[in-house]
């Protein structure tokens, strides 16, 4: 997908993609696995997800996001309003805006030109958690590999990428969304780190096959759960 493509959607409010509702894995299944220390949480390809909220109740949020409308509705839908600042690692670098307010920072900008430094610039603190909705499944086959290369750059010791897909039948319904198997979160983590440990917490189908505001014509939708780590 390309730029272009985003920044339309959003210029025509076609976010279908945009749940209203906190994802339910965040209690059921981030939150017993959280510990006291973590601090800090990266969400890739965020759009105005209203997950940051409730994940700012327990960590900082960083966010990475291209669209400034997506940015701004996020803060201002919320009755908040943020403040901005401009970041340049040097004149070569890419500009980003940053969107924050208290312990969340959205960073406007292409998430392959963001590299882990700027996200500890602040304050040091270590990505504990990786928070993947929508945005692994958002890429066409072809921008999979590059995402997840870059991905894992984010990935340290003390890491764990908590990874939500879905899959259906590809042959039913063109993306994005795009179906994601077991065996290709395997394939593409695999082949950017060898160490990389997957482990499927959670399978369910959905049984309204709705994902986000819109409802597939699908003959089934299933959501999975995977932990990612580097071992
Ligand atoms: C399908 S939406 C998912 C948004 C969010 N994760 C959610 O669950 O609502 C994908 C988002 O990725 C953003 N995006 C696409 N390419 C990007 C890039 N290269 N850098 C940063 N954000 C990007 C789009 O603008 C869009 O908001």
Request: aromatic fraction near 14%.
């Given at each position: 997908m390309k730029a272009s493509f985003w920044h339309k959607c959003w210029e025509r409010n076609s976010?279908?993609?945009?749940?209203?509702?906190?994802?339910?894995?965040?209690?059921?299944y981030l939150l017993p696995l959280?510990?006291?220390?973590d601090r800090h949480v990266f969400v890739p390809l965020c759009g105005k997800s209203l997950d940051m909220f409730w994940l700012a109740q327990h960590m900082k949020v960083s966010g990475s996001e291209l669209s400034d409308i997506a940015c701004r509705d996020f803060f201002v839908d919320a009755n908040i309003d943020a403040q901005t600042r401009l970041y340049q690692e040097s004149d070569a670098a890419e500009p980003f805006t940053q969107f924050f307010f208290d312990n969340i920072t959205l960073w406007q900008g292409d998430f392959f030109k963001l590299d882990t430094k700027a996200l500890t610039l602040?304050?040091?603190?270590?990505?504990n958690w990786i928070y993947d909705r929508a945005a692994l499944i958002a890429l066409p086959l072809e921008m999979r590999q590059a995402y997840i290369d870059h991905l894992i750059?984010?990935?340290?010791?003390e890491t764990k990428l908590f990874l939500i897909s879905i899959e259906f039948p590809p042959a039913e319904m063109s993306g994005p969304p795009f179906s994601l198997t077991e065996k290709d979160v395997s394939e593409l983590f695999l082949s950017a780190d060898k160490g990389c440990q997957i482990d499927c917490l959670a399978k369910r189908d959905i049984p309204d096959k709705r994902f986000g505001q819109r409802q597939f014509d699908v003959s089934y939708l299933r959501e999975s759960l995977y932990i990612i780590t580097k071992s």
């Amino acid at each position: 997908m390309k730029a272009s493509f985003w920044h339309k959607c959003w210029e025509r409010n076609s976010l279908g993609f945009h749940q209203e509702q906190v994802h339910p894995f965040l209690s059921q299944y981030l939150l017993p696995l959280m510990n006291k220390q973590d601090r800090h949480v990266f969400v890739p390809l965020c759009g105005k997800s209203l997950d940051m909220f409730w994940l700012a109740q327990h960590m900082k949020v960083s966010g990475s996001e291209l669209s400034d409308i997506a940015c701004r509705d996020f803060f201002v839908d919320a009755n908040i309003d943020a403040q901005t600042r401009l970041y340049q690692e040097s004149d070569a670098a890419e500009p980003f805006t940053q969107f924050f307010f208290d312990n969340i920072t959205l960073w406007q900008g292409d998430f392959f030109k963001l590299d882990t430094k700027a996200l500890t610039l602040d304050d040091a603190a270590p990505i504990n958690w990786i928070y993947d909705r929508a945005a692994l499944i958002a890429l066409p086959l072809e921008m999979r590999q590059a995402y997840i290369d870059h991905l894992i750059s984010f990935i340290g010791a003390e890491t764990k990428l908590f990874l939500i897909s879905i899959e259906f039948p590809p042959a039913e319904m063109s993306g994005p969304p795009f179906s994601l198997t077991e065996k290709d979160v395997s394939e593409l983590f695999l082949s950017a780190d060898k160490g990389c440990q997957i482990d499927c917490l959670a399978k369910r189908d959905i049984p309204d096959k709705r994902f986000g505001q819109r409802q597939f014509d699908v003959s089934y939708l299933r959501e999975s759960l995977y932990i990612i780590t580097k071992s």
